[in-house]
């Protein structure tokens, strides 16, 4: 017997129902509690038409319909009873006898005027039922009107706050929380001094009370400028990760709607939605779209866009710093921006992220190739010397070319040809191989592009030939002459300019010389020629006969390739004495290209039929036969 008086205790019961039922604990989340029930509309939809087959096949009485015809026939025999005569339809019960249960039945009614006549003779009970049909057609509104009105209640939420009609006045920004910002100044690189900038900015959000002990003041606003594609908006969040702070993203476009004062509004909420996140980041991409200079409108009438603009200055000047709340913004035509946006106490930082060296393209290649699978031979410095000019967008394209091109050809790892590919299809456009050139213009293409490889090598200050390829590239490109630059240049000497000129010019002379005649292919060549030759003139100074005089103001865009026509700001005599000094350097320079190409004239021949039959010929193969001629 248990000790307790014959109750054995709680838990021998509990052993025995689980070896009863089974060892098995309940189901918990990875809190340790149960799941929760989950509730969903299909199951009570599920439960619905179930519940109402079963009311209508078990639970409902049958009824019987019969045609008017029976029913007249049933009232002449007497079997008919308890009828209910309605508009419609007429209802009643048709009797059998005591043996044979009473079966419901129903009928349609028609105009019969005897109908009363023969169930008063029987002496059958019958009663009228008056339908009233306010009461149908209310329904047939209310019922729709509340269906339609669940289905919004359930797209509004489904939606949730800030959708609905009267959202155009909430921010569009993005809200990255502390721990979503996955992004540090590690996965940033080639922009040192960049990041050098934004350190204080670093160090004031995760320790505000260094700075406010000493009486210093963080910069409220800083400006990112540079060319598209350097990462300044990487750099931005890389800020906002570092400080592991909430990171607010817009774009300046996403201000502006059709509506009237919807910019200034959506101004506000920013501004609002912040301080109250304090610290945090506010990062505006585009800021141009937003930040215009007022009074560049020429058109005139909508000025929804410089409302938005004052709204923004008033907001950054009546946010304190001390608040924790940092206005980040990048542009790449820090030109057009109003002047009110950079004056102190708004955008008073502005942080150059220009394009890398050659130090930075390889960091930043290192970066983008750490999960990729690279051959042993793959060296990243030289391809990073490859690169000259390239931003980081660039180089990550470069690397996810070269990837791709290795899988479609089923390797293991990345090799420097894959590269050596995704350089040349990235620069100059998608090979088409499946091109058909006749003879005569195949000839004529390997002719000027080993012009443009000899002229190359032999001058001093011209690049060295990397490759030269007659397979069509990109739109227009029939051939091309791939030069390798030894080192990052910032500088343009005379020479080297000069250089550069006879280096364009070598391939129509190559036609000239070969066959006596001219293609168009050179219309891009001589229109580069033409611009170097006339910027040396009108606007580096570089001529003896116009003297150290600038003839153009410098272009508007300071990082966008377009230029703007410059206006004329000179007389029509030095106009002519511009004209006729620019087609002196380009003569000049023709007369000197005719003169080396020949003197290689043999090598131009061997060349051009290398080139014709190869299609692509390396430069290490025309140093050679440059070799074999100068030591003959």
Known sequence: MPPDGGKEPLENLKDKLRSLFGNKEPRKNKDGLPPKARFSIWYFLVAFLLFSYLQQSLFSAKVETIPYGQFKQYVAEGSAGDLTIGPENITGTLKFGEREPDQRFTTIRVNDPDLVKDLDERRISYTGHYESKFLRSILSWVIPIGIFFLIWRYAIKKMGPGMGVMSFAKSKAKIFAESETKVTFADVAGIDEAKEELEEVVGFLSNPGKFQKLGGRIPKGVLLVGPPGTGKTLLAKAVAGEARVPFFSISGSEFVEMFVGVGAARVRDLFAQAAGQA?????????????????????????EREQTLNQLLVEMDGFETNKGVIIMAA?????????????????????????????????????????????????LRKLAGRTPGFVGADLANLINEAALLAARKNKETVEPADFDEAIDRVVAGLAKKNRVMNPQEKEIVAFHESGHAIVAESVEHADPVHKISIIPRGIAALGYTQQQPTEDRYLMTRSELLDRLAVLLGGRVAEELAFEEISTGAQNDLQRATDIARSMVTE???????????????????????????????????????????????????????????????????????????EVVRGEELRKMLGKTSAG
């Open 279 to 303: 610290p945090c980041i506010i990062f505006i991409d585009e800021l141009d779209a937003l930040g215009k200079a007022r009074g560049m409108n020429i058109m005139g009438g909508h000025d």
């Open 331 to 379: 542009t790449n035509r820090p030109e057009i921006l109003d002047p009110a946006l950079l004056r102190p106490g708004r955008f008073d930082r502005q942080v150059l992220v220009d394009r890398p060296d050659i130090n930075g393209r390889e960091a930043i290649l290192k970066i983008h190739s750490k999960d990729v699978l690279l051959a042993p031979d793959v060296d």
């Open 540 to 614: 580096y100074g570089m001529s003896d006969r116009l003297g150290l005089v600038t003839y153009e103001r410098p272009r508007q865009a300071m990082f966008l390739p377009e230029s703007f026509s410059p206006n004329k700001t000179y007389s029509e005599e030095k106009a002519g004495q511009i004209d006729e000094e620019i087609f002196r350097v380009v003569e000049e320079a023709h007369q000197r290209v005719r003169g080396i190409l020949s003197a290689h004239r043999d090598v131009l021949n061997d060349l051009a039929h290398l080139v014709s039959q190869n």
